[in-house]
């Protein structure tokens, strides 16, 4: 029964199952006739609703078969995940754990489809709609994000988050869909394009879809449909705030995997939905599924929203260069946005890159003049070491002044302020590579440590012609880890008391404290926090905690601790693995 929708079916003595209609059925092996059990099994194309009927994954005939094992074990099963953040030079991995066993959550998810506009308009349309996974796609992608209905996060960018939790601080999606339902559907605040992405791979999953949560590095945000993002840059290389375009550190949004029979042949598989309100698609705030086939071959005339996708991934960069508010120079990038593309890979906690599936891989062109890179990965409490290579590519000997700057700047805004710059000249003989080594000091970029990024810029100008030639690259600074360890961890089973040690070794140039948080599904209850004292540049502190395994399998350990003295939350995680008693 399907609110007042009925499905009448006759019960037999056969087990056997029927992939296109509803059956029931008797043991007659474990016939009590006082207390008979009924077995029911739903057809491959049985709506999703509150008789918790969900999409299968493992059955050939359902449009959300996805064919091998391991894969359904990774988007369906798994219950944690990792998370990239960062830049594409130094891309950072976040623990996330989807709870999708975890008590509440499965009810909040089937909450969600319920209070849903498409259910509240024509309850009986939305049940018949729900046994096709692009709707439940398009339902879910805006009811994550709570700008046109009673959805579960509310998004924010900017200030301080006093009236909420800090997007950076969430560490899974049971508390965020849990909080939301118990609320009566109030929006939990506050959530940025990560917490959106897999809270919603959360939801999907819980509803037999499988799904991932995959990273775009540098990400595009083209206002006027035209495929460029124009950036201005001072002749001393500072960013400028002149442009409604933007790009994105990075952006994150779900794939779901499913046949659409709406397009016809060659764009099943993988499908993006994006749950982060940034346009209106049918007019609401949501994206997708758009078919990463089509978004590769741009098939910018189907349908969901492909060309916000493709714009995402594939347009080209014009920055220019401005001098008393003149041009003075202009260089086109085709190469910059989209240039990695990444998930999780399956059973394993790196990164797989996926860049090939959005976009065809171009040749790199010559003609470089000045060329921006990274010694190592920048680690907090180390100096930032890279060096500036100037190529005179002509056979005359030239004099160039050189202007280095780098800005402080949120994943998905303008840069701020210079917190550091340096000037000089450069003299080049005919031909000549000239390498010129650079470094920032810990304490000039002490406050950027954390979730913010560092703008770097060079301008060369000719002192002759007055031409001027730009470089720019756009890192973080790796913070430190926790270092999670496990006592007997050869030998853990439900019910038996485990014990881990959290570390943390102090790399700052000054005293930190904060507060400590453990989480893991399957292992603790809820959350665990200690507040940690003021601790000396250097100095290390040990964490001893407690846990009681509930569950057979590989769960996620996870530590964040944030620092009340520097805008900064440090991570670490440890897999699980629970063997049977």
């Not at 509240?120 to 729900?130: A, C, E, G, I, S």
């Not at 910018?300 to 960069?317: S, T």
Request: aromatic residues 8%; charged residues 20%; hydrophobic residues 40%.
């Amino acid at each position: 029964m399907e609110g007042r929708m009925y499905v009448a079916m006759p019960v037999t003595f056969s087990k056997k199952v029927s992939y296109t209609r509803w059956k029931a059925y008797i043991d007659r092996e474990s016939l009590d006739l006082q207390n008979p059990s009924v077995f029911i099994s739903s057809p491959a194309s049985a709506s999703v609703g509150c008789h918790t009927f969900k999409m299968c994954a493992i059955t050939r005939a359902d449009v959300v078969y996805i064919p091998f094992e391991d894969q359904r074990e990774e988007y369906i099963q798994n219950d944690s995940g990792l998370l990239f953040i960062g830049t594409a030079m130094n891309p950072v991995s976040r623990p996330w754990s989807f709870d999708q066993f975890e008590p509440g959550v499965l009810e909040a998810c089937l909450k969600l489809l319920q209070v849903s506009p498409q259910h509240q308009t024509n309850k009986r349309m939305d049940y018949l709609n729900r046994k096709n996974p692009v709707y439940i796609g398009r339902v879910v992608s805006a009811m994550i994000n709570s700008e046109d209905d009673r959805g579960v996060l509310k998004g924010k960018w900017a200030g301080d988050f006093k009236e909420g939790v800090n997007p950076s601080l969430w560490t899974g999606s049971g508390d965020i869909l849990t909080q939301w339902a118990e609320s009566g559907f109030k929006p939990v605040k506050y959530g940025q394009c990560w917490v959106f992405a897999a809270v919603m791979c959360t939801v999907m999953r819980v509803l037999g879809i499988p799904s991932r949560v995959v990273t775009n590095f540098n990400s595009a945000h083209d206002t006027n449909d035209n495929l460029v993002i124009e950036e201005f840059y001072s002749e001393t290389g500072q960013k400028l705030k002149h442009s409604k375009d933007s790009i994105w550190n990075f952006h994150v949004w779900v794939e779901c995997w499913m046949t659409r029979r709406d397009l016809g042949s060659g764009l099943d598989g993988w499908q993006v939905l994006d749950p982060t309100p940034q346009e209106r698609s049918g007019g609401v705030f949501c994206c997708g599924p758009a078919p990463v086939k089509a978004v590769k071959d741009r098939r910018i005339d189907l349908i969901y929203d492909i060309p916000f996708v493709y714009a995402a991934v594939n347009a080209d960069v014009h920055s220019v260069i401005l001098s008393e508010g003149q041009v003075v120079n202009y260089c086109k990038d085709t190469e910059r946005v989209g240039s990695l593309i990444c998930t999780k890979a399956i059973s394993s906690p790196r990164k797989q890159n996926i860049t090939g599936d959005y976009k065809y891989i171009k040749s790199s062109s010559g003609g470089v003049l000045v060329v921006l890179s990274l010694d190592k990965t920048p680690v907090a409490g180390e100096p930032v070491c890279f060096t500036v290579k100037v190529i005179n590519k002509q056979r005359v000997a030239k004099m160039m002044k050189i202007h280095l700057n780098a800005q402080a700047k949120e994943y998905n805004n303008s840069p701020s302020d210079t917190f550091w710059e340096t000037h000089g000249v450069v003299k080049l003989g005919p031909m000549e590579v000239k390498v010129i080594p650079q470094q920032i000091a810990p304490v000039q970029y002490e406050d950027v440590v954390g979730d913010d990024l560092i703008n770097l810029a060079v301008v060369l100008e000719d002192s002759h012609s007055q031409e001027r030639v730009l470089a720019s690259e756009e890192f973080n600074i790796a913070s430190p880890q926790l270092i999670i360890q496990i006592t007997n961890e050869e030998s853990i089973v439900p019910g038996k008391e485990q014990t881990a040690t959290v570390t943390f070794t102090n790399p700052f140039s000054h005293m930190v404290s904060g507060v400590l948080t453990v989480v893991g599904a399957g292992l603790i209850k809820g959350k665990v926090n200690f507040r940690m004292l003021p601790l000396c540049p250097g100095g290390s502190v040990k964490q001893r905690i407690t846990f009681i395994p509930s569950k057979v399998g590989v769960k996620m350990l996870q530590a964040s601790l944030a620092l009340s003295n520097i805008n900064s939350t440090i991570r670490g995680f440890k897999m699980v693995s629970v063997s049977r008693a």
